[in-house]
């Protein structure tokens, strides 16, 4: 399975932008780059995806690089509410529509 | 948008007794459901995927006898677990989809067991 990487912490202050990084070297041309959060005690939730060009929803913005072998989630302005586990997965037409967890970041805001 | 319900949220049994636990797509019919469990501090593991009218198919080192799986219908999925242990105490999170490539994965809101 393609993997990604992610950092396992980071820290921002509130009303701050976010940007969550995430490394997949391995990507292949039909993989779909899947970001989803997790609250605590909750089921994880959809955030934003893509393919090849950047996206944006009322949650976040999807930044790919040229080469898809990165992507960067966008937290415009992060609140109290936004402090998750934030996973980037990719969605891989080989694997039968499984989506494989790494171990995400834990994103802490700060007051 | 497209829900996924999940029952019970939370639930407590005694060692040895059965559990079963309940998926629904709300808004959307789903030929394939999936189920995770995830342990304290850790990330969501892939148990095993639930196809409509068939048999699941679990993923390596996930007992099948122990974690019975039924999607008798296009909305709804079934986790059982049996015999239940100790060990088995988890939080047990369940997906949907719908059957287009690379669209957004829906999850319930999660079961706590709590096997005593």
């Known amino acids: 399975d393609a993997k990604t990487t992610q950092p396992n912490s980071m820290e921002s202050n509130e009303e701050e932008p976010v940007h969550l990084p995430c490394n997949h070297s391995?990507?292949?041309?039909?993989?779909?780059i899947h970001w989803y959060r997790q609250l605590p005690s909750q089921g994880p939730e959809y955030v934003i995806h893509?393919?090849?060009s950047n996206v944006n929803n009322r949650m976040a913005s999807l930044a790919i690089a040229e080469d898809r072998k990165s992507s960067t989630l966008i937290l415009h302005r992060a609140t109290l509410r936004d402090a998750a586990v934030y996973y980037c997965?990719?969605?891989?037409?080989?694997?039968?529509?499984?989506?494989?967890f790494g171990e995400g970041t834990q994103l802490t805001v700060n007051p | 948008g497209a829900v996924v319900s999940q029952h019970p949220s939370r639930v407590i049994c005694k060692s040895g007794t059965s559990v079963k636990i309940e998926c629904r797509s709300l808004?959307?019919?789903?030929?394939?459901m999936f189920w995770y469990r995830q342990f304290p501090k850790q990330s969501l593991m892939l148990m095993a995927t639930?196809?409509?009218?068939?048999?699941?198919?679990?993923e390596q080192g996930v007992e099948k006898d122990k974690f019975l799986i039924n999607h008798a219908s296009l909305t709804l999925s079934t986790l059982t677990v049996t015999s239940a242990h100790p060990e088995d105490s988890s939080f047990y999170i369940c997906?949907?989809?719908?059957?287009?490539?690379?669209?957004?994965?829906?999850f319930g809101q999660g079961t706590r067991l709590t096997v005593v």
């Open positions: 893509g393919l090849t």
């Open positions: 808004d959307f019919q789903a030929t394939t």
């Open positions: 997965i990719l969605w891989m037409r080989t694997s039968g529509s499984r989506l494989t």
């Open positions: 997906s949907a989809q719908r059957q287009v490539h690379g669209t957004e994965a829906f």
């Open positions: 639930s196809n409509e009218g068939s048999k699941a198919t679990y």
């Open positions: 391995t990507i292949s041309g039909t993989d779909y």
